[in-house]
C-alpha cells in the first residue's frame, strides 16, 4: 500500500513517495538495508524478536551492542547486521506496558522516530519494524499499531530518504491488525 504522501515538485523534478508494506514473517530474513529490533535496554539480547536477531546475526553482534552500554527506552541506536541479509540493525527498546499512565504512547512513538531517523541518518532505503513493545512488555496491540502507523506516515510525508518501510508481522493476529488499520487514512 502506498504511504498516501502528497509530493509536489517544483521545476520537473520527480516526486518520492515511501512504500509501505506488511508482510508476515520472520524479519531476520527480510533483504532490506536495516531491520529494526525491539531490544531490551541492554541490548544485549533476550527473548522473542530480539533473541532471533542476535541468534541470527551471530555472536559479533552481541559484541558490538557490549560497546554501545545500552539504550534507554524510547531511544535508539544503530549496529552492523553481520550474518543477516539486512546490513543494519536499528535497536529501540520500547515501554513496558503499565495501563498507559506513564507516558507509553509518547515513548512508543519516540521508538519509531528514532529509528525513522537514524535510518535516515544513514541514508538508507529500506527498512522494516516489528510490532514494538507488543510482545513481552504487552503494549495493547491495536493502540500499538496505531502508533506505528502514524509515526511511519508522519516521518515519510517529511522525508524522501526511505523508498520503503516494512512492517513485518510475526503471527496472523499481528498481521490482521496491521493491515486493517493500514487501510484507514
Same mark, same amino acid.
Given at each position: 500500500? =502506498? ?33 529494526? $529490533? ?34 534507554? %527506552?524510547?531511544?535508539?541506536?544503530? %549496529? =552492523? ?10 535497536? %529501540? ?9 506513564? $507516558? ?51 516521518? %515519510?510525508? $517529511? ?27
Amino acid at each position: 500500500m =502506498r504511504s498516501g504522501a502528497v509530493c509536489v515538485a517544483a521545476g520537473g523534478e520527480a516526486c518520492v513517495s515511501t512504500e509501505i508494506r506488511i508482510v508476515k514473517g520472520d524479519i531476520t530474513t527480510l533483504d532490506v538495508d536495516a531491520i529494526v $529490533n525491539a531490544a531490551n535496554s541492554t541490548l544485549l539480547g533476550g527473548g522473542g524478536v530480539d533473541g532471533a536477531i542476535h541468534h541470527a546475526a551471530g555472536p559479533e553482534l552481541l559484541e558490538e551492542c557490549r560497546r554501545l552500554k545500552g539504550c534507554p %527506552t524510547g531511544e535508539a541506536r544503530i %549496529t =552492523r547486521g553481520y550474518r543477516l541479509p539486512a546490513r543494519w540493525i536499528i535497536h %529501540t527498546v520500547g515501554p513496558v506496558w503499565k495501563g498507559g499512565t506513564r $507516558n507509553e504512547a509518547l515513548l512508543l512513538a519516540a521508538c519509531y522516530a528514532n529509528s525513522l531517523r537514524l535510518a535516515a541518518e544513514k541514508n538508507l532505503k529500506s527498512m522494516a519494524f516489528p510490532a514494538i513493545s507488543t510482545g513481552a512488555f504487552a503494549y495493547p496491540l491495536k493502540e500499538a499499531t496505531e502508533i506505528a502507523i502514524r509515526e511511519v506516515r508522519q516521518f %515519510t510525508q $517529511n522525508s524522501e530518504v526511505l523508498q520503503e518501510v516494512v512492517f513485518c508481522c510475526y503471527s496472523g493476529e499481528h498481521f490482521a491488525t496491521y493491515k486493517g488499520l493500514a487501510a484507514k487514512p
